[in-house]
């Protein structure tokens, strides 16, 4: 007996997966694979990691989850595919805009300058 590939129960991010794949472009295939893989393996990202390794008006791609402890000093785009309601108030408190993946790929098809956050 087989087992069989299930991959994320989410509908939502079923979809997404599929839309980011079909664009054929190296960084967002590279995300779908991220996103398709064990829940285990998603990126959970403090504010505070996310403030040392970026600068200032950089575009950043979190495949997981955006998570509210410590701060953020400088303006960012943060797109990801989560977010804590803490981390929701501290970058918006900070200047930054946060975003779903979905739209980024709308706003940038061809993911010039974004820095994928592992």
Known sequence: MSHRITGPSN????KLIRNLWKTKIKIWRQISKKLSGPRQNKIKA???RINQKTKSDDVILIPGKVLGIGELDH??????LEYSQSA?????SSGSRLMS???LLLQNPN???IKIFY
């Open 11 to 14: 509908y939502y991010v079923r």
């Open 46 to 48: 403090n504010l505070y």
């Open 75 to 80: 303006k960012l785009t943060i797109a990801c």
């Open 88 to 92: 929701k108030k501290k970058v918006e």
């Open 101 to 103: 993946i979905e739209d």
């Open 111 to 113: 993911g010039n300058g």
